[in-house]
């Protein structure tokens, strides 16, 4: 029974770290086309690199910590061990990928628009991919599901209004909003919703081939 729990652990974690890593390699894919305009939240930590400094993923980390916060006082339900490695780890894969140099650089042509579909298929995919880990939430999803709880509105009402209210900040302190910045909803849900699905099947079938290779002959 331990060694089954285990390699479930092992399984949960593999999807969730892979999901981190899929996100953060998406988004700094799109911060080096940010021209085109970035999802609310992205272009808020942009804005807030470009006035303030630090950088882009220390800033995804401090505004993950503060929405923790908000949820940990308010309900902390939502908030747990799979909160806290999203909001450390994600600005810090995505400073990694833009320090290393390799990603390709912003052309001023429509091959900037092919970088900006894959690093939000990506990011969508690798929402998914962590979800279905089934590790926890992170900062963003935990503060929506609060705000939903506090306001008595839906989940994808409160996301709305509270993306809305990023956004204009966003707008306000020069971050990268443009006309793409509008579709990244429209986009990247979708996304998200059928490789959540795919996932996690995946997991469960990958769980059971392995509890049935190891149960007793």
Not at 4 to 28: D, M, P, T
Not at 49 to 76: D, E, H, K, P
Not at 176 to 189: C, E, G, L
Request: hydrophobic share 55%; charged share 10%.
């Amino acid at each position: 029974m331990q060694v089954r729990n285990l390699r479930e652990k092992v399984v949960q974690y593999a999807f969730f770290f892979s999901g981190l890593l899929c996100i953060a390699f998406g988004n700094a894919i799109a911060v080096k086309v940010k021209f085109l305009g970035l999802n609310p939240w992205e272009a808020l930590n942009v804005g807030l690199y470009q006035q303030l400094g630090l950088s882009i993923g220390s800033w995804s980390i401090l505004t993950g910590l503060l929405l923790m916060g908000v949820a940990w006082f308010v309900n902390r339900k939502y908030i747990n061990i799979g909160t806290l490695l999203n909001t450390l780890l994600i600005g810090s894969f995505i400073d990694f990928f833009l320090w290393t140099g390799l990603l390709p650089e912003a052309t001023h042509t429509y091959l900037d628009f092919a970088y900006l579909a894959v690093a939000i298929v990506l990011a969508g995919m690798g929402g998914g991919l962590y979800v279905s880990g089934g590790i926890g939430a992170g900062p963003k999803d935990g503060f929506m599901l609060t705000v939903a709880e506090m306001t008595k509105l839906s989940v994808s009402r409160a996301r709305i209004a509270v993306e809305c209210v990023v956004l204009v900040i966003s707008y306000l302190i020069g971050g990268p909003v443009f006309i793409v910045t509008f579709f990244y909803t429209f986009i990247q849900s979708p996304i998200f919703q059928v490789s959540l699905k795919f996932f996690s099947r995946a997991r469960v079938g990958l769980s059971r081939r392995w509890q049935a290779r190891n149960a007793p002959a």
